[in-house]
């Protein structure tokens, strides 16, 4: 087993491009970093409350005969769902999550909805503003224009899907479509974070836990049976001869595995972010799930009470029997450092 001060040497460097923005934050301020989490079902939020989640962001199902999904995700990915099944659970989550004092986002996110099924869109936008939803969640310029324009006083966040990459895009959503949190893109670095984070009334949203390597979910690579997705199923290169040299391992290239962000909490919050926020809408294990989002408030509490992030880890190791068993040889022994200079990274398409 792996002692904690081991691996926390494990973790590599910072890049030169990132160092600079590498700072300890007020404690004060991890109170205001909220932990934007998953559900579908009510169960996941239960569990996502036990967690430490503070938002949640939810998508419900498109209208009987509707053969696109009005979200970024299809109705199901690899087999398991990602959306509110109905309309009335739908309403009672939302109802659920408010009385916990949890803001709530709905996903309309699509990136591409036709102008045929302009009504349609609005019609099932409008269910989950009527059920109670806080924020829209948008993922292309067209469907942001329909929503700001049916929906005036709803707040809209721009999804990772709009790849939002520059402060100047930022400011033009902020100021033309009324954008008020944008979600950076899964490869964002701390700089540009940083960047995101100086513009004046707009909130920042960071993904962690996911895969840095490639933008998921926008590849559109093949989930062909017995492989499983394209990002994550690995690539070998063709020998020429197979007596003479095996196919070589080209598995980083398009790695969209889970990278981790837990060590660089504190900066994050320094940076002045508004929320983290937890993949897995189609999560199949949905405790695990939550437990991701235990992880999380973990490091945020840590940085409240002033410790390093070491010190979070030693105390992390001390109850979460998941670190040492799963947590450090999938993350910290495979340098899966979500804003560190590694390998994935530098397969970056």
Request: net charge negative; charged share 20%.
């Amino acid at each position: 087993m792996t002692a904690v001060t081991d691996q926390w040497e494990l973790a590599p460097p910072h890049t030169e491009r990132e160092a600079p923005f590498v700072t300890v934050p007020d404690p004060s301020a991890a109170a205001q970093v909220g932990l934007d989490a998953p559900v579908r079902n009510l169960q996941m939020l239960e569990l996502q409350i036990k967690g430490g989640a503070t938002e949640i962001y939810l998508a419900h199902r498109p209208p009987a005969g509707q053969p696109n999904s009005f979200d970024a995700l299809p109705g199901k990915r690899d087999g398991d769902p990602t959306q509110v099944s109905n309309r009335r659970l739908l309403k009672e989550i939302i109802a659920q999550a408010h009385a916990a004092n949890l803001r709530v986002h709905l996903c309309a996110d699509a990136p591409a909805v036709s102008a045929a099924d302009r009504a349609e869109f609005l019609a099932h936008v409008e269910q989950g503003v009527e059920a109670g939803a806080d924020t829209v969640i948008v993922g292309s310029l067209p469907t942001a224009r329909w929503i700001a324009d049916a929906h005036p006083d709803v707040p809209l966040v721009a999804g990772a899907g709009l790849g939002v990459t520059t402060v100047a895009y930022a400011q033009h959503l902020q100021e033309t479509y009324g954008v008020h949190r944008i979600v950076v893109p899964h490869a964002a670095t701390l700089d540009e974070i940083a960047a995101f984070c100086a513009i004046g009334g707009l909130e920042v949203e960071v993904p962690v836990q996911t895969g840095s390597g490639a933008d998921c979910h926008s590849c559109r690579l093949p989930d062909q049976r017995g492989s499983g997705l394209g990002c994550r199923a690995g690539y070998e290169d063709t020998a020429v001869d197979i007596s003479i040299s095996t196919p070589r391992d080209l598995g980083a290239f398009l790695d969209g595995a889970s990278d981790c962000a837990l060590c660089d909490v504190p900066t994050l919050v320094a940076l002045g972010v508004a929320a983290l926020q937890i993949p897995g809408r189609e999560s199949p294990i949905v405790r695990q799930n939550a437990k991701l989002t235990q992880m999380y408030r973990r490091a945020l509490n840590g940085v409240t009470r002033g410790w390093s992030m070491k010190q979070t880890v030693e105390d992390i190791d001390k109850v979460e029997l998941m670190w040492q068993m799963g947590w450090v040889p999938r993350m910290c022994e495979q340098q899966r450092c979500r804003f560190r200079d590694t390998a994935q990274r530098r397969a970056h398409v």
